[in-house]
């Protein structure tokens, strides 16, 4: 029981600190990426689409095809291809 939360509390410090570091990669504050709906906010500042697409992530799947669109979009903005886009879909805590 101790033993799978601190697992769990490592993971999500883990987590933390690389969109810490993503947001701060794309010229944002990098404490925007822990302040829940805000986050969301700036990565759509980044991936440059409107304000309304969380919407859409709230529509069965219609949100899996938002998602992987948002997750293209955020590995372009960086210079990557597709390939690192299958990767961030299948192994996320590897590639971001």
Request: net charge positive; hydrophobic share 65%.
């Amino acid at each position: 029981m101790i033993g799978s939360s601190i697992i769990s509390l490592a993971i999500s410090v883990l987590i933390i600190v690389a969109l810490w570091k993503v947001y701060e990669k794309a010229g944002k504050p990098g404490w925007a990426a822990i302040i829940p709906i805000y986050n969301i906010w700036v990565l759509l500042e980044i991936i440059k689409k409107p304000w309304w697409w969380p919407l859409l992530l709230l529509i069965p799947i219609v949100n899996i095809v938002i998602l992987i669109i948002m997750i293209h979009n955020l590995s372009l903005k960086f210079g990557k291809g597709v390939g690192f886009t299958i990767g961030m879909i299948l192994l996320p805590f590897i590639f971001i």
